[in-house]
């Protein structure tokens, strides 16, 4: 039998066989290694200080925004300034130049001015901030058997069973017709009451055991219940005690009506903070990280810019988890729209230069990929799956089946990335979202795309993808923060 290991020169082999010399064939393998084994004392340091401040950021932030407020503060703090103003002002903007652009308090738009015309590209970091959750109807409280209740309408690819029998917090916002907004959290103090969706107990459910999981739990059964003092009065036949005695506490706590919640945005989320997740503290638990955690290590990225070469962005957009429909998704103007007023100001817009700022911009579409999982080996594919602590990860394409509507990057763009990833040491992987045949998903990286720029979707592997609490690595959420600070610098 010939020796695959063999040492010796070629022309001493047997040419029946091209075998490769032993050492250089193991340098060729690409080894996916595990974040935690560079790390040193320092930076686990780093990496376990930079997951308390994220910790604290998606503890707060649990609605768009509440993300976009947060996002423009900091931002504030850091020398950025609002575009809305600075056209007011007719001011004009210059290279190093830092700006925001809000759009309905649930969009947002960060941009770090560089050297080079905008003309040339820029380097953009595209993330959502919305996440799958119950919405409150327009016309949503009731009462039912002396129990006040709220009725839902649940937003994003949610598994409906999930979302009963767990406290759960109310966040949002009440317009007024006046024109006054009231911002509305309840249940995330440990003194504050909780919320829920109550479950059927398990001797009386032998009928819904029988149901599909898709069906055990229906849209219309995800109403939430708010309370059972009834109002007192002196007419034992009044009607909803319960419910107008909850409506007075509504209104001396936030001077609100019922009418009002026409005219409000009101997100039933998880309630309580991201924790520690493994007796060695390496993940994060924590609702909304899809894909809260992204936008967070994309905004962190862009605030360590420093007079770029070329114009950095950090978008963050709502909508995605919908279809990034809407004048606050992905697919209105918003962005485009920003981008000529910069140019504009910077006495330097044409139509065709605002195309060609487009087209030759490169993109990182920052979303999270779903991590291997021991418990459901079935569904992915070893080879092609991301892993929890193994670092920032590349999909090439996402969508479904035969690729059907996703962003497929081009082999040029992959192999840029992978020099810019290795040469600020930033440990990275690539992977597919599960096997071919078993769905899907998709992002917002064919909608900036269209405009001809590169663009791949990258970011942190999860547990629990859309579930009300999900898991992430801290290593990978460290990787991601670097990933996208050496894009920023480099692409």
């Not at 996703?406 to 979202?433: C, F």
């Not at 899907?440 to 990258?458: F, K, N, Q, R, S």
């Amino acid at each position: 039998m010939m020796n695959i290991y063999a040492t010796t020169e070629w022309d001493e082999r047997d040419e029946t066989y091209m075998i490769a010399d032993w050492k250089q064939g193991a340098d060729l393998v690409k080894n996916y290694r595990c974040a935690w084994d560079k790390y040193t004392r320092e930076d686990m340091d780093r990496v376990f200080s930079f997951s308390e401040s994220y910790k604290d950021f998606i503890s707060r932030c649990k609605t768009e925004r509440e993300c976009v407020k947060e996002f423009m503060a900091i931002a504030k703090r850091n020398g950025f300034r609002d575009l809305e103003s600075v056209i007011a002002e007719g001011g004009s903007i210059k290279p190093g130049d830092k700006l925001f652009a809000n759009n309905m308090g649930k969009t947002l738009a960060l941009f770090v001015i560089g050297t080079q015309p905008l003309e040339k590209g820029m380097r953009i970091l595209g993330a959502h901030i919305d996440s799958p959750r119950l919405d409150l109807k327009q016309n949503p409280l009731y009462e039912d058997t002396d129990l006040a209740m709220l009725e839902t309408h649940y937003y994003g690819g949610v598994k409906k069973y999930q979302w009963v029998a767990l406290p759960l917090a109310i966040h949002g916002v009440v317009m007024k017709k006046d024109g006054s907004s009231i911002e509305v959290v309840i249940g995330e103090e440990d003194d504050e009451p909780v919320v829920g969706v109550s479950d059927l107990l398990i001797h009386l459910a032998a009928d819904q055991m029988e149901k599909k999981l898709s069906k055990g739990i229906e849209g219309e059964d995800l109403n939430i219940c708010i309370g059972s003092i009834p109002v007192r009065t002196d007419n034992s036949d009044e009607k909803e005690r319960v419910k107008k005695n909850i409506l007075g506490i509504l209104n001396q706590r936030y001077g609100i009506t019922e009418e009002d919640f026409v005219s409000a945005e009101l997100e039933v989320v998880p309630a309580g903070r991201a924790r520690d997740y493994g007796l060695d503290r390496s993940m994060v638990m924590a609702y909304g990280q899809d894909d809260r955690v992204c936008a967070y290590t994309s905004f962190e990225a862009l605030m360590r810019i420093k007079d770029p070469d070329k114009t950095c962005v950090a978008l963050m957009v709502d909508k995605e988890e919908i279809g990034s429909v809407g004048a606050t998704g992905m697919t209105s103007k918003f962005f485009e729209n920003s981008l000529a007023e910069i140019m504009n100001l910077m006495g330097d817009y044409s139509e065709l230069k605002l195309r060609r700022a487009l087209a030759n911009s490169r993109m990182l579409s920052c979303d999270v990929s779903a991590g291997f999982d021991p418990n459901y080996p079935s569904v992915m594919e070893k080879r092609n799956s991301a892993y929890l602590g193994k670092g920032l990860t590349f999909n090439k394409y996402t969508g479904s089946r035969g690729k059907s509507g996703s962003n497929d990057a081009n082999a040029e763009y992959m192999a840029r990335l992978r020099a810019i990833m290795d040469k600020h040491g930033v440990t990275w992987q690539t992977a597919e979202l599960g096997k071919v045949d078993q769905g899907g998903g998709g992002t917002i990286a064919y909608i900036l795309a269209e405009y001809g720029m590169e663009v791949i979707d990258c970011g942190v592997p999860l547990h629990n993808m859309h579930a009300p609490w999900e898991i992430a690595s801290k290593a990978d959420v460290y990787e991601a923060m670097r990933g996208y600070y050496a894009f920023l610098m480099e692409a």
